[in-house]
């Protein structure tokens, strides 16, 4: 079972810049998507961005442009670069594996949740 540690997270001024990390383990293969979701307060935990072994990415709307997704392979690590931050980005931020990049984003990841890293932007 793979298993992830998110990290990075902390408090940041609208329009700041922080960087995530989440390390896997267990048995995790190569060919796996990673990606990373997010779940605000009252809300429903969404996708944010995934990308492939080989660096394919696919991102959602509100990120786009913003959030940048990179993967080590070597290490089983992933990592989302998140600039220009706005309030509404506040969230509990979490990582995951897919079957592919589109997938989870239309379907989900096939792991088990950690525990996540919390963002919080706030002037």
């Known amino acids: 079972q793979v298993q992830f540690v998110e990290s990075g997270g902390g408090l940041v001024q609208p329009g700041g810049s922080l960087r995530l990390s989440c390390a896997a383990s267990?048995?995790?293969?190569?060919?796996?998507?990673m990606g990373w979701y997010r779940q605000a307060p009252a809300k429903q935990r969404e996708f944010l961005a995934s990308?492939?072994?080989?660096?394919?990415?696919n991102y959602a709307d509100s990120v786009k442009g913003r959030f940048t997704i990179s993967r080590d392979n070597a290490k089983n690590t992933v990592y989302l670069q998140m600039n220009s931050l706005k309030p509404e980005d506040t969230a509990v931020y979490y990582c995951?594996?897919?079957?592919?990049?589109?997938?989870?984003?239309?379907?989900?990841?096939?792991?088990?949740w950690g525990q996540g890293t919390r963002v919080t932007v706030s002037s």
């Open positions: 267990g048995s995790i293969l190569s060919g796996y998507a």
């Open positions: 995951n594996i897919g079957v592919s990049v589109t997938a989870m984003r239309s379907v989900g990841p096939i792991g088990s």
């Open positions: 990308i492939t072994s080989g660096g394919s990415t």
